[in-house]
């Protein structure tokens, strides 16, 4: 897969036991031309994603005993193998494979056709990017879990970046009762490269626009772009979900609560106990998944009451509780979680009239 830069043609040479043959590909007028005729079983250059074009060749091998071998060259002018440039201009090469599986392509700047280029590794990281910028390559995480940091099994997979990013100003912590009008939650999302919409008072109330800063969640109705991926986000429903509507200094963690956001049923044994997490990441096409060894580990220990207890249960869904007369006794209990619990559950039990 190669995407066009300062250059916008490359050729493919391809050695079949007799002789060295060509195809160069114009990247911009998506054709691919033979240097002879027939050389080339099937050639084919078409769209891939993000830019970037989807090249292939297939090359009979005239002796049983070659070794087949792959070189890309910087083509300028198309149909030539000569490259003269700035150091580090030339093309983005991605995700290269044999058929054969036998060999691997490597590019080398002490190749002939290469004096003169510098081969460089991208200054973007995976997945956060380089210097606070999103790595537009990045395509997802699996997501793995362990109770050990020995053994990890995969529980899920992200097939996307989510809207992330900090507060580029301190938020005060609302004085009086919700909507609060009188202060904006200010977030920059270059991070992530997201984006933010803006809602009603009905989604803000409703928390359709659902989004947490440190462990405070809270919905907004309005988000007005101050910069490149920066949001003030104004018109703000505090401390849902029975978290707590607090104070936030500059740089505290913000996301969008959205279908982006990865969301596994812990198991209610869980609570309490440290689980480690890995994120082994791949690119936009699916492929080059981060090895699991090499990913950093992220230990996270979940607090709560972990299953709402009889009592709960059936107020949750509207049942009738008759304990019959007060000469009995009460065979059910319910201790309602604990008190350190950062959300609380809010159990609607109808209007006093009913």
């Keep these: 897969m190669i995407q066009a830069a300062e250059r916008n043609a490359v050729s493919l040479r391809a050695n079949d036991g007799v002789a060295v043959n060509q195809c160069d ?5 998506m054709t691919a031309t033979q240097s002879t005729v027939g050389a080339f079983s099937a050639v084919s250059i078409v769209e891939g994603a993000r830019g970037f074009k989807v090249i292939s060749a297939s090359v009979p091998l005239k002796a049983a005993s070659t070794v087949p071998s792959f070189s890309l060259c910087l083509a300028d002018p198309i149909g030539t193998i000569s490259y003269a440039g700035a150091p580090g201009s030339g093309l983005y090469v991605w995700d290269v494979e044999l058929a054969t599986g036998l060999e691997s392509l490597s590019a080398s700047a002490n190749a002939p056709e290469l004096i003169g280029a510098t081969i460089v590794a991208t200054t973007l990281a995976t997945p956060e990017g380089s210097a606070g910028a999103a790595d537009p390559y990045w395509g997802g995480a699996l997501v793995y879990l362990s ?25 005060p912590a609302p004085t009086g009762s919700n909507p609060d009008v009188a202060n904006a939650i200010s977030v920059d999302l270059a991070g992530s490269g997201g984006a933010l919409a803006s809602g009603t008072a009905a989604d803000a109330r409703n928390g359709v626009t659902l989004c947490i800063v440190d462990h405070e ?3 907004y109705q309005t988000a007005t772009l101050t910069a490149a991926n920066a949001y003030a986000l104004t018109y703000l429903e505090r401390g849902l979900y029975g978290s707590v509507a607090s104070s936030h200094n500059v740089n505290a963690p913000f996301a969008r609560l959205d279908d982006a956001i990865f969301k596994y049923p812990l198991p209610a044994a869980f609570v309490g106990m440290p689980v480690y997490l890995k994120f082994p990441s791949f690119n936009i096409f699916g492929a080059s998944v981060q090895d699991l060894s090499t990913c950093a580990v992220y230990t996270y220990t979940p607090v709560g009451s972990g299953i709402s207890g009889p009592v709960a249960q059936a107020l949750g869904v509207g049942a009738a509780l008759d304990y019959g007369s007060a000469a009995s006794g009460v065979n059910e209990s319910d201790d309602f979680g604990v008190a350190s619990d950062p959300y609380v559950i809010t159990i609607d039990l109808g209007l006093a009239s009913a």
Aim: aromatic letters at 10%; hydrophobic letters at 35%; glycine letters at 12%.
């Design 25 to 29: 590909f114009d990247l911009t007028g």
């Design 147 to 171: 109770t050990d940091n020995a053994t990890y099994a995969q529980i899920g997979k992200i097939s996307g970046p989510s809207r992330q990013g900090v507060l580029t100003a301190s938020a």
């Design 217 to 219: 969640l809270f919905s």
